[in-house]
């Protein structure tokens, strides 16, 4: 059974970084991918960036690209994403999330995960 718990969310000016991370039981069981997708209030659902098992192949929404980095640690079965130079745009509910049948490559568009959390809120803001 997969459980994915957030942390790390918070409150944070333009140009603020913050890093959040996703405990998860059962991340490395037969996942494709796992990544960060998020939600704005009023706007559509976005894939964020997903990360390959073995960690080799990354892929990033194009919003995000140069400024967020995810990475994982399967000994830990945690995953990170550290976002740097955050906009206001930026704002959202992140969840952890995984896919099934799908390869995590680069293409600058993730899709909505197959599952996910309950999410950390990310505020930017002056």
């Known amino acids: 059974q997969l459980v994915l718990v957030e942390s790390g969310g918070g409150s944070v000016q333009p140009g603020g970084s913050l890093r959040l991370s996703c405990a998860g039981s059962?991340?490395?069981?037969?996942?494709?991918?796992i990544g960060w997708v998020r939600q704005a209030p009023g706007k559509e659902r976005e894939g964020v960036s997903c990360?390959?098992?073995?960690?080799?192949?990354?892929n990033y929404a194009d919003s995000v690209k140069g400024r967020f980095t995810i990475s994982r640690d399967n000994a830990k079965n945690t995953l990170y994403l550290q976002m740097n130079s955050l906009k206001p745009e930026d704002t959202a509910v992140y969840y952890c999330?995984?896919?099934?049948?799908?390869?995590?490559?680069?293409?600058?568009?993730?899709?909505?995960?197959?599952?996910w959390g309950q999410g950390t809120q990310v505020t930017v803001s002056s």
């Open positions: 059962g991340l490395t069981l037969g996942y494709d991918a």
């Open positions: 999330g995984a896919w099934e049948d799908y390869y995590c490559s680069r293409t600058g568009e993730v899709p909505w995960a197959d599952y």
């Open positions: 990360i390959s098992p073995s960690g080799d192949s990354t």
